[in-house]
Nanobody, 118 residues
Framework: QVQVVESGGGLVQPGGSLRLSCTAS????????MSWYRQAPGKERELVAV????????NYAGFVKGRFTISRDNVRNTVALQMNSLNVEDTAVYYC???????????WGQGTQVTVSS
């Protein structure tokens, strides 16, 4: 059973920064492409960023605009999302997702709340 657990959410002022972290346990971490999604109240869940299993390829949603950086540590089995220049529109529950490249199954974390407010 794969467990995906996020941490690092919280309340931040506009213009501030937060760093989210996610761990995926239960199998070889190198089997997973990892991604971050978010879901704001009343809106659908949307992709924020994705990183390949070896960390060599990353992709971002257009609204990131160079403010966020996804990275992974394949020794510590973690993936991080560094978020800078946050604005109120970034307020959402942020979810980490692991895509198993062998089984094609995917696993979601429980989400972590990010609130940007003055």
């Amino acid at each position: 059973q794969v467990q995906v657990v996020e941490s690092g959410g919280g309340l931040v002022q506009p213009g501030g920064s937060l760093r989210l972290s996610c761990t995926a346990s239960g199998s070889n971490f190198l089997r997973y492409a990892m991604s971050w999604y978010r879901q704001a109240p009343g809106k659908e869940r949307e992709l924020v960023a994705v990183i390949s299993s070896n960390g060599g390829t990353t992709n971002y949603a257009g609204f990131v605009k160079g403010r966020f950086t996804i990275s992974r540590d394949n020794v510590r089995n973690t993936v991080a999302l560094q978020m800078n220049s946050l604005n109120v529109e970034d307020t959402a529950v942020y979810y980490c997702k692991a895509d198993d490249l062998v089984t094609t199954l995917h696993y979601w974390g429980q989400g972590t709340q990010v609130t940007v407010s003055s």
